[in-house]
């Protein structure tokens, strides 16, 4: 199909060669032999032919150009089914890729919990050693001699029975020290600690040779009147009573063989005395004269009595506390302030005022100034038996 038709070719180049140099060879050379007809021209016609006529050149653009289409088409086909294979890669890379993130972070924190772990184990070794090693020397101290161990309990009880009386002054509590500590050097019945019980009863008698002081009760009391403080009368609460009314005077029994008074002057009469009664009442409410001491204490507003009723009940409360910590100056100054407070802004003739006074005058007769002796000689004892090789 390829193969072009060389005869019209030849056919034409055979001319130019025939042709004479001269009029010589014009004589000479005969006349050219008339072309031989084509023999089936139109199949064996030459590409040159065949695309010099526009029609065959159109077919052969379309032609062309549907090849052309093809192959573009399926270039194309194939890139776009590389463009999908390599997205669906590049999914597959990303998932995977996600996959490992997610790994490489659940890993990351098991080794977090693990670290963690491990440290809460060492931690617990660490406190497993130290109690170990506690444990230890509590057998080591337990299998000292008993004796020893006695005696440094005794000793405990007896410093801190010390502290407590010195600090606050209470004497139950250092005597019950002194007899415990009294009680278990009995059980030993060694002639050894005669010494050691002879000192802790001279402590003894002198704690019971003490005066009393009931401190419970004497703060009992206390407790009792600041109970009271929100109800006393005050001065500035006070409100005028209500006068009583005239009795009308009996009339006098009439005479026999006296003349009888006129009934309407009676009647007028009477009115008149009611009246004037009921008017003078009326008046005598209208001023009252009092003496008072502080003219301040019947001014004060509702919000001022308030606030003087609780920095009362705090006064008292101070000194409860100076009582338990054996502070006489305190305890003192605290009871007279609040001696002073109800006198001057408290309505002192109300009985519930007399009784909160009444208390206080008992409580500040309490001596608190005692001095308290010191446990020193059992203490010293105690030592020295220690020391003894």
């Known amino acids: ?116 772990k491990v440290t809460v184990l060492e931690n617990r070794q660490t406190e497993a050693q130290s109690q170990q090693l506690a444990l230890e020397q509590l057998y080591q101290d337990l299998s000292k001699n008993r004796d020893e161990w006695a005696l440094t309990e005794i000793e405990q009880v007896l410093s801190t029975a010390s502290q407590q009386l010195q600090l606050a002054g209470n004497v139950q509590g250092a005597l019950i020290a002194l007899q415990n500590a009294d009680r278990s050097l009995s059980r030993s019945d060694k002639p050894q600690f005669i010494t050691i019980r002879r000192a802790i009863a001279k402590d003894t008698d002198k704690l019971k040779a003490l005066p009393g002081l009931d401190t419970a009760g004497v703060a009992v009391r206390l407790d009792s009147v600041i109970a009271q403080i929100d109800t006393l009368p005050m001065l500035a609460d006070e409100k005028p009573v209500a006068p009583l009314k005239p009795q009308p005077p009996a009339k006098a029994a009439a005479k026999p063989g006296a003349p009888q008074p006129n009934a309407f002057g009676a009647r007028v009469q009477d009115l008149w005395q009611s009246w004037s009664n009921e008017m003078w009442s009326d008046v005598r409410q209208l001023i009252r004269v009092r003496s008072v001491d502080t003219p301040d204490a019947l001014m004060l507003s509702p ?4 606030f003087l009723r609780e920095n009362l009940k705090l006064r008292l409360l101070n000194a409860r506390l100076a009582l338990l910590s054996r502070n006489e100056a305190a305890f003192r100054t605290d009871l007279i302030n609040a001696q002073e407070a109800l006198v001057k802004y408290f309505d002192t003739r109300a009985r519930s005022t007399q009784s909160a006074q009444a208390v206080l005058r008992q409580v500040q007769a309490n001596n608190l100034a005692i001095e308290m002796p010191t446990l020193a000689d059992s203490l010293n004892a105690v030592r020295n038996y220690k020391a003894k090789p």
């Open 303 to 306: 919000g001022q009595s308030y």
């Open 1 to 116: 199909m390829n193969e072009l038709p060389t005869l019209p070719e030849q056919n034409a180049a055979a001319p130019a060669v025939a042709q004479p140099a001269g009029p010589q060879a014009e004589a000479i050379s005969p006349p050219p032999p008339p072309p031989p007809p084509p023999v089936n021209a139109a199949p064996g016609e030459g590409v040159a032919d065949f695309l010099q006529r526009p029609q065959s050149m159109a077919v052969g653009l379309i032609v062309l150009t549907l090849l052309l289409g093809a192959q573009t088409w399926s270039t194309h086909n194939r890139i776009q089914g590389l463009r999908q294979e390599l997205a669906r890669g590049l999914q597959k890379s990303d998932a995977t890729a996600n996959e490992t993130r997610a790994m490489a972070l659940s890993v990351q924190e098991l080794s977090k919990e693990l670290q963690a």
